[in-house]
């Protein structure tokens, strides 16, 4: 028993250095129009092919000194805590969830939500070609598993629709875009993943993180900042923070209220 679960243990960290190693191609090459799937992994400043000992998640970077073979440059830091980030919140679902079915499919969202984090927060950006296959894929899990399809479907279009039409209120009374699409359809591939009720929570607890840092930013730049604070990005938090706990959440909220 113990020692199935140790060896369950081991393959959710390596699947997550490697899915993380994966993101880190996701999050520099999507933004930029780029295939994902060639060429290999290259040095972005001098081209250099990485060989298949060079590309070992988080143990290349550190045996490199987080420099490029062949020209020296330095590596962004970005990659192995990327590495890092992904194997850790791999680790934490199988926590929550165990060997379990929904475990492969909640990585998977979680997997989207920090590459979606990611390219928010470098060039706020939410790319379709991550959230419309995240919706379509979050529908056709629920067939089978929790939320169920029903759920799902009603989530998909409470997240997208209220936010696009707090969207629409805000562009009617102020003149300017406050949300952008992408936003609108992260919440539906949200919704599609974890049902209605998750998605509602995962926007009352963006939208308080959002506002508690925001005005903590406001008040430490004086103001300016509008656009430093992606949305997005709280959203990939808030959406993971439901993922793991927000059965628990609701059931609670759910039983106060007798
Ligand atoms: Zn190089």
Request: net charge positive; charged share 10%.
């Amino acid at each position: 028993m113990i020692a199935s679960n140790v060896m369950e243990l081991a393959i959710v960290s390596f699947l997550g250095l490697a899915i993380g190693s994966f993101l880190n191609v996701v999050i520099h090459r999507m933004p930029r129009q780029e295939s994902i799937i060639s060429p290999g992994s290259r040095c972005p400043n001098c081209g250099t092919a990485l060989r298949w000992f060079d590309n070992v998640p988080v143990l290349s970077y550190a045996m490199l000194g987080g420099r490029c073979r062949g020209c020296g440059t330095g590596i962004s830091i970005r990659y192995p805590i990327v590495e890092l980030i992904t194997a850790g919140v791999f680790i934490w679902h199988y926590l929550v969830f165990g060997w379990t079915p929904l475990l492969a499919v909640r990585l998977l969202f979680a997997a989207s939500l920090v590459a979606l984090f990611a390219i928010d927060l470098e060039h706020h950006l939410l790319p379709d070609r991550i959230t419309l296959p995240g919706i379509g894929i979050g529908l056709v899990a629920s067939l089978f598993l929790p939320p169920g399809i029903a759920g799902a479907l009603i989530g998909m279009l409470v997240g997208g629709g209220v936010l696009w039409l707090i969207g629409e209120a805000y562009y009617r009374y102020s003149g300017e875009e406050g949300l952008g699409g992408g936003d609108v359809k992260m919440l539906g591939m949200i919704g599609a993943f974890l049902g209605w009720k998750l998605v509602l929570l995962t926007m009352m607890l963006s939208s308080v993180a959002g506002s508690v840092i925001g005005i903590a930013v406001i008040a430490w730049h004086r103001g300016g900042l509008k656009r430093a604070l992606p949305f997005g990005t709280f959203l990939a938090l808030a959406a993971l923070a439901a993922s793991l706990y927000g059965e628990r959440i609701v059931t609670w909220y759910a039983g106060r209220l007798g």
